[in-house]
């Protein structure tokens, strides 16, 4: 049996430091497309540091497998 556990996305943006900052977000729906994951961060682009700019973003689903 397959059990959803849930998803979680990690935003990454450059801010121009030597890090890249990352922000996450738990309790994501299920499959979401990837015009959604991209728009949510480009609005997490535009809330950061002026010049920033998204590095990327990465989705996490967990499933529980058991008999």
Known sequence: MIQHIGNKLQV???AGGEKVKKISFSNVIEEP???KVLELGEIMKELSVEGSELYGVILTSQ???TK
């Open 12 to 14: 990454e943006i450059d």
């Open 63 to 65: 499933a529980r497998y």
């Open 33 to 35: 497309s990837e015009e």
